[in-house]
């Protein structure tokens, strides 16, 4: 399971949406890219972080949370930005559902950022975090 995936079941546990773990269409919660739909939607992406250990037990990876909702109401895509900035800010350490141990997530900004509109003049948001995390552990 990837880190991407697993952040999305932890998502889905805490309440932020819906992630179907069988890949098939529906929910909420999708992995790096958002599909066309549905309006209200949000993707998890994993990019960069620091330097690895030397070891190869620990890392600090980053992932890119990224909302959107609706062309008429900026609130719901900020909305679901703020759940997940809340929920993932705040998520003790944990076992996460492939293995990997979750030691730490750190909002990387205090709210959501507002990006723009999509293609389909959608409001998006991001929010990003930093892991302290354990592979295999």
């Known amino acids: 399971m990837t880190l ?7 998502l889905d546990t805490l309440g932020v949406g819906t992630y179907q773990t069988d890949g098939t269409p529906g929910g909420t919660i999708y992995l790096t890219a958002l599909p066309d739909s549905p309006d209200i939607a949000l993707a998890v992406a994993a990019y960069g972080g620091a330097e690895a250990d030397s070891l190869g037990r620990w890392a600090e990876p980053s992932i890119q949370v990224r909302t959107r909702g609706t062309a008429t109401d900026a609130r719901t895509g900020e909305a679901l930005a703020q759940a997940a900035l809340q929920a993932l800010g705040t998520v003790p350490s944990q076992r996460l559902a492939g293995g990997t141990w979750l030691g730490l997530c750190v909002a990387l900004q205090s709210a959501p950022t507002y990006i723009g509109r999509d293609q389909s003049g959608r409001h998006e948001f991001t929010c990003n975090f930093r892991l302290h995390i354990e592979r295999g552990a």
């Open 4 to 10: 991407t995936e697993e952040i999305a079941h932890l």
